[in-house]
């Protein structure tokens, strides 16, 4: 099989596999709808969920060459261009990243600076 082919496939497993995680078991309780809601609704610039694919963390970042880094466990990683949410504004107060584990590697789907207007 090419591997167009094969990416193509591969990607809708991944993110119907990832979705399985990404589950409100109540923990969310004292959430204000408003936000649950842009949480849900949150989609990466490509147009994908933001939390079907991973959970969504508050988190700090800095700017370094005109792109956003992030600590993810104690690393700090740059987030791509593609997963930079720009619309849609930001509720919370604080930045948020999406991201998940993939065969080792880590993946950052979305982020939201905290002044996202």
């Known amino acids: 099989m090419r591997w167009p082919a094969r990416v193509a496939l591969t990607v809708p497993l991944i993110l119907f596999a990832a979705a399985a995680f990404a589950v409100d078991r109540g ?7 408003h936000i649950r809601k842009w949480f849900k609704d949150a ?3 490509a147009g994908v969920p933001c939390c079907d694919v991973s959970d969504g963390y508050r ?3 800095d700017v370094r ?3 956003y880094w992030v ?6 990683r740059e987030v791509p ?3 930079v949410i720009r619309t849609g504004g930001n509720p919370t107060g604080g930045a948020v990243v999406w991201y998940m584990t993939y065969q080792g590697s880590l993946m950052i789907t979305c982020f ?3 002044d996202a207007s």
């Open 27 to 33: 923990q969310y309780a004292d959430v204000p709808e």
């Open 71 to 76: 600590p993810i466990d104690g690393v700090w």
């Open 43 to 45: 989609r990466s610039p």
């Open 112 to 114: 939201v600076p905290a």
């Open 59 to 61: 988190t700090e970042y």
């Open 81 to 83: 261009e593609k997963a």
């Open 65 to 67: 060459g005109g792109a």
